[in-house]
Nanobody
Framework: QVQLVESGGGLVQAGGSLGLSCVAS????????MAWFRRAPGKEREFVAA???????AYADSVKDRFTISRDNAKSTVYLQMNSLKPDDTAVYYC?????????????????WGQGTQVTVSS
């Protein structure tokens, strides 16, 4: 059973930064593509960023050049560094894992999900 636990959410002013972490309870973390998705109030869950097993990253246009996804296989952890935050970034952020995946942007590819962490950006 794969468990993903996110942390690092909170309240920040527009223009500020936050860092999210997601720890996976797996022995073979390096075999998983990892991603972050988010769901804003009244909206569907949307792709934010993904990182493949080789470390290649992909980003949604709305966060490109502001957010950075990274991974530490030794710690079974994926990170999301969020800079220049905007009120539109307010959402619950979810970590997701795809075994032997390629780091796709499609949420249907991800088999495992965390419970989410709230990020609120005030104007």
């Amino acid at each position: 059973q794969v468990q993903l636990v996110e942390s690092g959410g909170g309240l920040v002013q527009a223009g500020g930064s936050l860092g999210l972490s997601c720890v996976a309870s797996v022995r073979t973390f390096s075999k998983y593509a990892m991603a972050w998705f988010r769901r804003a109030p009244g909206k569907e869950r949307e792709f934010v960023a993904a990182i493949g097993r080789s470390g290649v990253a992909a980003y949604a246009d709305s966060v490109k050049d502001r957010f950075t996804i990274s991974r530490d296989n030794a710690k079974s952890t994926v990170y999301l560094q969020m800079n220049s935050l905007k009120p539109d970034d307010t959402a619950v952020y979810y970590c997701a894992a795809d075994f032997i995946g390629g780091g796709t942007t499609d949420r249907r590819s991800y088999d495992h999900w965390g419970q989410g962490t709230q990020v609120t950006v005030s104007s």
